[in-house]
């Protein structure tokens, strides 16, 4: 089955460091993949996606590009901030039928000022 | 416009008592899902609803589980003589019920089991 595994946390970085997340995935096919964020006392809220080989989504700074060679989908960050801080979930669908979500285990990532 | 809202927000109860989950979708989503995110286990994907059929259970992890959706908007989530290790957060999901990536789940800020 689909599966999705992403490196363990906590990651902690102080302000204005590079942040990557790595997230590697199994599926059959070819599925979109997804980061989601988690922040504290909060529900998840999409990040970024991407639909297909070499795309590349981007949100509020941050960026991963679907790489169907190395079966990746990092994420990443020039310089993060404070408020950056929460669990980031990588997660993929089929591109057929209803698309559930299949995640990864949350990495969660501490800043200090 | 309303986000996806879950009641109760905290619930607790002693092992072997009911209990019910309550998710309220965005206005106009087709689609409905549960995921259950416990520690240690990230987050598992437990049902979907297409309007009011379910046509995957495939993740409610025992019988005790049950879930209906009425009227193609609310859904429950009900768990039968819980047991501690039912004990994680409930999220609900909606969407319009799109093929793959254009399917963006809205999620709703969860309600937190905890079975004592």
């Known amino acids: 089955g689909d599966s999705v595994t992403q490196m363990e946390g906590p990651v902690t970085l102080s302000e204005e460091a590079f942040l990557t997340i790595n997230c590697t995935y199994t599926a059959t096919g070819y599925p979109s993949l997804f980061w989601y964020v988690q922040y504290p006392g909060e529900g998840l809220q999409l990040l970024l996606k991407a639909t297909k080989a070499d795309d590349k989504g981007s949100n509020k700074g941050f960026e991963a590009t679907y790489r169907k060679e190395t079966t990746s989908f990092h994420l990443e960050k020039g310089s993060v901030q404070v408020s950056d801080s929460a669990v980031y979930f990588c997660a993929l669908s089929s591109n057929s039928g209803y698309s559930t979500l299949t995640f990864g285990k949350g990495t969660m990532l501490l800043v200090s000022p | 416009g309303a986000g996806v809202s879950q009641s109760p927000s905290n619930k607790v109860t002693e092992k072997g008592k009911d209990v019910e989950l309550r998710c309220d979708p965005i206005?106009?989503?087709?689609?409905l899902y549960w995921y259950r995110q416990s520690l240690g286990q990230g987050l598992e994907f437990l049902i979907y609803f297409q309007g009011n059929s379910a046509p995957d259970k495939s993740g409610l992890p025992s019988d005790r589980f049950s879930a209906e959706r009425t009227g193609g908007s609310v859904s429950t989530l009900t768990i039968q003589r819980t047991q501690q290790e039912d004990s994680a957060v409930y999220l609900c999901?909606?969407?319009?019920?799109?093929?793959?990536?254009?399917?963006?789940?809205?999620f709703g800020p969860g309600t937190r089991l905890t079975v004592l």
């Open positions: 999901a909606s969407s319009l019920g799109l093929a793959g990536g254009r399917n963006e789940q809205f």
């Open positions: 206005s106009g989503h087709t689609a």
